[in-house]
């Protein structure tokens, strides 16, 4: 079993930062995409951004230029620096990964999620 630890999320006013930490665990061979998504009240979860084993990254056109999502593969971590903040960032993050276990079966996991809240 692989289970995802995030951590970092919490109230902060408009213009202001947080970063977003998620630890992969448990019976890991490899992994492959990490990545962020979001669901903000009322609305559908979205991708924010993924990053790749080799560093390749993709973001979802609201947060190019404000949010920057980098791993540590040593540590099979993902960040998520999120600068620049708004209102429109309020959402519970769930981090995601999928890749291959000790017995090479492939797996797909979400964390637990952790809420932002942007607000003055």
């Known amino acids: 079993q692989v289970q995802l630890v995030e951590s970092g999320g919490g109230l902060v006013q408009p213009g202001g930062s947080l970063r977003l930490s998620c630890a992969a665990s448990g019976s890991i061979f490899s992994i492959n995409a990490m990545g962020w998504y979001r669901r903000a009240p009322g609305k559908e979860r979205e991708l924010v951004a993924v990053?790749?084993?080799?560093?390749?990254?993709n973001y979802a056109d609201s947060v190019k230029g404000r949010f920057t999502i980098s791993r540590d593969n040593a540590k099979n971590t993902v960040f998520l620096q999120m600068n620049s903040l708004k209102p429109e960032d309020t959402a519970v993050y769930y981090c995601?990964?999928?890749?291959?276990?000790?017995?090479?079966?492939?797996?797909?996991?979400w964390g637990q999620g952790t809420l932002v809240t942007v607000s003055s």
């Open positions: 995601n990964a999928g890749g291959l276990s000790l017995i090479r079966s492939r797996f797909e996991v």
């Open positions: 990053i790749s084993s080799g560093g390749s990254t």
